[in-house]
């Protein structure tokens, strides 16, 4: 049944190969059940003959006095010459084994009970031969002179087998119509039966770029759990491919705002004679470039951190490295707003599994907007532990924190809080929290010690690698 579901491509052949391989099994056991029958009934035949002719050898003995004659009548051994030129040898002798007539060295029969006819298979001048064997009463005048003969007839196989082999060829030739009938309506039962499923191919072809559902109802039962789920897919298709249009548009948004500001002030620059004043516009113009930039990278690491957007990466990532060489790319902008940046780590390696890369811009992300939101002089604080098969990494600021019920909110893509002065486009924890579900982790907000934020990102720690408490 394994070779069957194995059969590769067409469910046609296997559904065929389902009917027709059972189906000439039981042709072939069938074909041995009908030879050993016609195997018995050539045996019936035969020994029908065989007693006949045995008896009317006996029925032809007669007793004269004390001596018995036989003679062999000729319809004994005319009823075998069948056209098959099969030999029969026969021979009469008296219950004490003295040979009256015919084949001296016959094959002996097994036993003779009474006066009933053995039949036995044996070998006579090197042929096969079946047998009869009988013991004959011969009715005399006087009781004393009754006795009896063993009459034994044998007769080569030719005729025998001749029988056996027609009959069995007659089941056979039936047997095949049988089969080829069976394959052939099969087929033609397969040809009707799959059309639902060939009509609903078409559907799906047809379909093109409509992503619709399909009418559940109009299809056959056993195939509506397929058009269910099919219509399931193409929901979600539907709302990836919506998702995906609105943050098209929304990533156009953004960038058109810092690109008609370049272009008015690229125009005053072009305008004002006053060297002075082209100076300062064209340091706003070097902003607004590098806050475009940033955007752009943003809205590369966000796509690249999607699922399903790039190979899936198992690297090794040391957080305790990542977070220095981050701390290390910021310390200027801390330098800038005058806050003071620390590192807290309370374990020696935190090793965990994923993309190295993404990794690391979600501590840039996190460490950056505690750095941004957080007002001069403030500080925050990178902190790095490990519970047990978790690691977690916090940032902590002492800014003004994230009112509860915008928290969820924060993650939305180009999601900002109302009101913030600070550049940005809303992508940075949109960023956070793709990253940190691709490395199965989880990201919280929640209000730190000293009044800010806390961010919380847990990661499962990598199990293959000792991380060594500190
Ligand atoms: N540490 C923080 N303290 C206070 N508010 C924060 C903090 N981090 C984020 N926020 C708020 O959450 C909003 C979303 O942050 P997110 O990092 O997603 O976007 P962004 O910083 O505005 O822009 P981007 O990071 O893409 O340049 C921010 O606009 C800010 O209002
Ligand atoms: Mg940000």
Do not use: C
């Amino acid at each position: 049944m394994r070779l069957i579901s194995r059969l590769p491509g067409s469910l046609r052949v296997q559904l065929v190969s389902w009917i027709v391989i059972p189906l000439i099994i039981i042709a072939a056991i069938n074909l041995w059940v009908s030879w050993n029958t016609s195997e018995k009934m050539a045996d019936l035949v035969t020994d029908r003959m065989l007693t006949a002719s045995a008896r009317a050898i006996g029925e032809a003995t007669a007793a004269s006095g004390n001596t018995l004659d036989a003679i062999v009548p000729p319809v004994a051994i005319e009823m075998f010459s069948t056209g098959d030129g099969d030999h029969v040898y026969y021979s009469v002798a008296t219950s004490d084994h003295q040979l009256l007539t015919g084949y001296p060295d016959l094959p002996a029969p097994p036993v003779l009970k009474d006066f009933d006819p053995v039949y036995f298979y044996g070998s006579y001048r090197n042929q096969p031969v079946r047998l009869v064997a009988l013991r004959h009463p011969i009715v005399a005048a006087s009781a004393e002179l009754s006795q009896s003969v063993d009459v034994i007839v044998g007769v080569t196989l030719a005729g025998h087998t001749n029988i056996a082999r027609g009959l069995w060829l007659d089941s056979v030739s039936q047997q095949l119509v049988l089969i080829a009938f069976a394959a052939a309506l099969s087929l033609l039962g397969l040809r009707y039966g799959l059309r639902p499923l060939m009509k609903l191919r078409d559907n799906v072809l047809r379909r093109g770029r409509d992503l619709e559902p399909f009418d559940q109802a109009a299809v056959q039962t056993e195939l509506q759990p397929l058009v269910a789920a099919l219509n399931q897919y193409m929901d979600r298709v539907r709302k990836q491919m919506a998702a995906q249009r609105r943050f098209i548009q929304n990533a156009a948004h953004q960038l058109r705002t810092p690109i008609a500001t370049l272009t008015t002030q690229a125009s005053f620059a072009l305008r004002t004679k006053d060297k002075d004043e082209q100076a300062e516009v064209l340091t706003s113009i070097k902003t607004s470039a590098m806050l475009l930039a940033r955007l752009a990278a943003q809205l590369l690491t966000l796509s690249r951190a999607e699922p399903g957007s790039r190979r899936p990466r198992a690297d090794r990532v040391d957080l305790i490295e990542a977070g220095q060489l981050v701390l290390e790319s910021l310390a200027g902008k801390a330098f800038d707003r005058r806050i003071d940046l620390g590192f807290e780590a309370s374990t020696a390696a935190a090793i965990v599994t994923g993309d190295g890369t993404m990794l690391r811009e979600m501590i840039v992300n996190l460490v950056d907007n505690a750095l941004t939101y957080t007002p001069e002089g403030g500080s925050v604080t990178l902190g790095i532990a490990r519970d047990g098969d978790l690691i977690h990494l916090t940032v902590e600021d002492t800014g003004p924190g994230i009112p509860e019920n915008e928290r969820e909110h924060v993650f939305e893509r180009f999601y900002r809080i109302a009101g913030v002065k600070a550049d940005g486009s809303g992508l940075g924890l949109a960023i956070v929290r793709e990253v940190t579900e691709g490395a199965e982790g989880t990201v919280t907000l929640s209000e730190a010690r000293t009044g800010g934020l806390l961010v919380t990102v847990t990661l499962p720690a990598n199990s293959t690698i000792a991380n060594q408490p500190a």
